[in-house]
């Protein structure tokens, strides 16, 4: 998804306004770690919101920097997991000079930036979804680690039972009744449940969904 310049987003609960997925960027040119983008860039602050909802995740982000060293876009390849924050790190991101030396011609950067909690706020066990909960679906399943692709992006509330109080799109796939099915999906699926010194907790979780892509037809 390519992000312009990002004005506020109003922020209620962990309700989100879903984002569609787009296709993958284009290969990269350099990797630049966190430690390069906090030596040009003012440093994203944590967005308030996430924080009391204890939001924490790594964005995987393709940058692309014009002839004068700025980034110009962003593109996510993997989201932290929510909404929030990749808006901050996409804000903090877009019109810095990343490189001192400016590039002949525009290139593609890559970087993951990481949004941590305080230690105060942080589980000893995030929840985590226990697969062969989830229902089978004709339209989405669940993407595997090492899986490309931004895919479809759902954020959860997960009760201390491990069951989903709440959800909604982080990222969306731009198909509506492809969205409904991974938030469906999500919901029917259990969870060991956030847990701090063996005391199980109500916890936010996301969770990332490939769609299932139809058999080709076959020949008559």
């Not at 312009?4 to 960027?25: D, H, K, N, R, W």
């Not at 490189?99 to 305080?118: C, F, H």
């Not at 701090?196 to 990332?208: C, L």
């Amino acid at each position: 998804m390519k992000f312009p310049l990002i004005s506020g987003l109003l922020y209620l609960a962990i309700s989100t306004a879903p984002v569609q997925a787009q296709e993958a960027p284009a290969e990269q040119d350099l990797f630049l770690t966190k430690k390069d983008i906090l030596q040009h860039c003012l440093q994203p602050k944590y967005p308030p919101a996430a924080m009391r909802n204890r939001f924490h995740g790594t964005a995987h982000v393709a940058m692309t920097i014009n002839e004068k060293g700025e980034v110009e876009a962003v593109d996510f390849r993997r989201s932290s997991g929510w909404w929030l924050l990749d808006q901050a790190t996409a804000k903090a991101l877009i019109g810095c000079k990343l490189l001192d030396q400016p590039p002949a011609k525009k290139i593609i950067a890559a970087t993951r930036y990481s949004w941590n909690l305080e230690e105060k706020l942080r589980y000893d066990n995030d929840p985590v979804i226990r697969p062969e909960t989830c229902p089978e679906s004709d339209k989405v399943r669940l993407a595997g680690e090492t899986e490309g692709g931004l895919g479809i992006v759902v954020g959860t509330l997960v009760s201390r039972e491990g069951q989903v109080k709440q959800a909604s799109l982080e990222w969306a796939s731009g198909d509506a009744d492809t969205d409904i099915a991974a938030v469906n999906f999500v919901k029917a699926c259990q969870f060991n449940p956030a847990m701090i010194q063996e005391k199980a907790y109500n916890a936010p979780a996301s969770v990332r969904l490939l769609e299932k892509k139809a058999a080709p037809a076959k020949a008559q």
